[in-house]
């Protein structure tokens, strides 16, 4: 069964420095989907260390989960977050929103 639109909550505005937890979620899809986050259209590696890009950005990402944690925003991490949903079936994506910091 092809997922669902994925509910998206992202933080409007969150202070430097402060974490924040980005969380993405839905429940008709079969087999159980997997979330990937994108920022301004790119994607987050859900491996860090291995991610050129976010070598100054510290976040966690469960693939499994669909949640996305800063530890210490900062002002690089501002932009339009969307997340897909996939599984073998297909992908649906959130609207993206915006998460100022």
Not at 6 to 15: G, I
Not at 19 to 38: D, I, M, Q, R, V
Not at 84 to 89: G, V, Y
Request: charged share 20%.
């Amino acid at each position: 069964v092809k997922p669902m639109t994925p509910r998206c909550s992202v933080p409007k505005a969150v202070p430097v420095g402060k974490s924040a937890s980005l969380h993405c979620h839905e429940n008709e899809g079969f087999p159980k989907s997997t979330y990937s986050w994108y920022r301004n259209s790119e994607p987050l590696s859900a491996d860090t260390k291995s991610n050129a890009k976010s070598h100054n950005s510290s976040y966690t990402l469960n693939p499994a989960t669909g949640t996305l944690v800063f530890h210490a925003v900062h002002k690089g991490d501002t932009g339009r977050y969307s997340c897909i949903a996939t599984n073998d079936a297909g992908f649906a994506k959130c609207e993206e929103q915006e998460m100022e910091v």
